[in-house]
């Protein structure tokens, strides 16, 4: 990372950790990974009209430990759009940043190149970490779409990530309501501009621990499934009670070899399977996976 961008974000990491040392020591949440990579991007965006491609144009992450919640470390890179390098005056005050930045930027390959050497450098294996993001947007189709229109082969971690509003929803209950609404209902206070990246990330962060010391699992819960549809042979044979059932019930009465009951989730991946549901062993986590092969096509 440039030394410019370096020293940027150790002055708005020496800022995190004097407000959150204290409250970090008191973090003791179940930990399915090592740390977290908080990330917040913006893009290339028009007032009132779609823009394609949606370019990346900031890359922020924000890396927290994934027992004590801390802060710390802080990467960002400014990123150079190569579809509309010129930004509209819309996406430059929403977001703070200006043309010199995104001028001086990076190629969104060369972003994620200097992003998981910081990564490496912060000790954080990378099977070890987990992206954490408010919303799907970010890595389901900013990063994804972006990385497939010009071939970009992403780090695997970006495959998976915790949507911190689906865990934020299951203590405060769901509703409508922006990152820095759910800061402030979260009892924090918002720090920085809001739809800088960067400060987005941090407060995101913020929230990720703060929701770690209410005792919340941190767990994915997005990802990209690449299945192949198994051929005839190779398909499990249904119980006789999974076919009595109709669909909905069939999670909650139906076991896997395992003898537990069985999960549901569904291909996310562009192709003839997307969309379309699957059955899986009812032990599978993020971590370990699928402890028996039980697998099912739901249609
Ligand atoms: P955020 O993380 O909320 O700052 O938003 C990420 C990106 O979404 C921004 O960089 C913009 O590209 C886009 N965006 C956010 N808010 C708006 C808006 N009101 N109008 C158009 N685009 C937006
Ligand atoms: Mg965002
Ligand atoms: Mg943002």
Same mark, same amino acid.
């Given at each position: 990372?440039?030394?410019?961008?370096?020293?940027?974000? %150790?002055?708005?990491?020496?800022?995190?950790?004097?407000?959150?040392?204290? *409250?970090?020591?008191?973090?003791?949440?179940?930990?399915?990974?090592?740390?977290?990579?908080?990330? &917040?991007?913006?893009?290339?965006?028009?007032?009132?009209?779609?823009?394609?491609?949606?370019?990346?144009?900031?890359?922020?992450?924000?890396?927290?430990?994934?027992?004590?919640? =801390?802060?710390?470390?802080?990467?960002?890179?400014?990123?150079?759009?190569?579809?509309?390098?010129?930004?509209?005056?819309? #996406?430059?005050?929403?977001?703070?940043?200006?043309? =010199?930045?995104?001028?001086?930027?990076?190629?969104?390959?060369?972003?994620?190149?200097?992003? &998981?050497?910081?990564?490496?450098?912060?000790?954080?294996?990378?099977?070890?970490?987990?992206?954490?993001?408010?919303? %799907?947007?970010? #890595?389901?189709?900013?990063?994804?779409?972006?990385?497939?229109?010009? =071939?970009?082969?992403?780090?695997?971690?970006?495959?998976?990530?915790?949507?911190?509003?689906?865990?934020?929803?299951?203590?405060?209950?769901?509703?409508?309501?922006?990152?820095?609404?759910?800061?402030?209902?979260?009892?924090?206070?918002? %720090?920085?501009?809001?739809?800088?990246?960067?400060? %987005?990330?941090?407060?995101?962060?913020?929230?990720?621990?703060?929701?770690?010391?209410?005792?919340?699992?941190?767990?994915?819960?997005? *990802?990209?499934?690449?299945? *192949?549809?198994?051929?005839? &042979?190779?398909?499990?044979?249904?119980?006789?009670?999974?076919?009595?059932?109709?669909?909905?019930?069939?999670?909650?009465? #139906?076991?896997c070899y395992c003898g537990i009951?069985?999960?549901? &989730? *569904?291909?996310?991946?562009?192709?003839?399977?997307?969309?379309?549901?699957?059955?899986?062993c009812?032990n599978?986590?993020?971590?370990?996976?699928?402890i028996c092969?039980?697998?099912?096509?739901?249609?």
């Open positions: 990372m440039p030394p410019c961008l370096r020293s940027a974000a %150790d002055a708005t990491l020496s800022l995190i950790r004097h407000r959150h040392r204290s *409250m970090a020591s008191r973090v003791s949440p179940p930990c399915l990974f090592d740390y977290y990579v908080v990330v &917040d991007f913006e893009a290339t965006c028009e007032k009132d009209a779609r823009i394609y491609p949606q370019e990346v144009i900031e890359f922020p992450a924000v890396l927290v430990h994934g027992v004590t919640g =801390e802060l710390l470390s802080a990467f960002r890179t400014y990123v150079r759009p190569r579809y509309h390098p010129i930004l509209s005056a819309f #996406c430059r005050e929403l977001t703070g940043i200006t043309q =010199e930045d995104v001028d001086g930027g990076v190629d969104l390959a060369d972003a994620l190149v200097l992003h &998981d050497a910081w990564l490496v450098a912060a000790g954080a294996a990378r099977d070890r970490v987990a992206v954490v993001t408010w919303g %799907d947007w970010d #890595c389901r189709t900013l990063l994804d779409n972006e990385c497939a229109l010009k =071939e970009i082969v992403k780090p695997f971690y970006f495959e998976r990530w915790v949507n911190l509003r689906v865990l934020f929803e299951s203590v405060f209950g769901a509703r409508r309501r922006n990152l820095q609404e759910a800061v402030q209902e979260a009892g924090l206070r918002w %720090d920085g501009r809001a739809h800088c990246g960067l400060d %987005d990330a941090r407060n995101t962060a913020c929230l990720l621990a703060d929701l770690m010391r209410r005792g919340v699992t941190i767990s994915i819960t997005g *990802m990209f499934t690449v299945l *192949m549809a198994p051929k005839e &042979d190779e398909v499990p044979q249904p119980s006789l009670q999974l076919l009595a059932q109709p669909l909905p019930q069939m999670s909650s009465h #139906c076991h009951p069985i999960k549901i &989730d *569904m291909v996310m991946t562009l192709g003839p399977m997307q969309g379309q549901y699957f059955y899986i009812g599978w986590t993020p971590e370990f996976g699928a092969p039980f697998f099912l096509w739901a249609a």
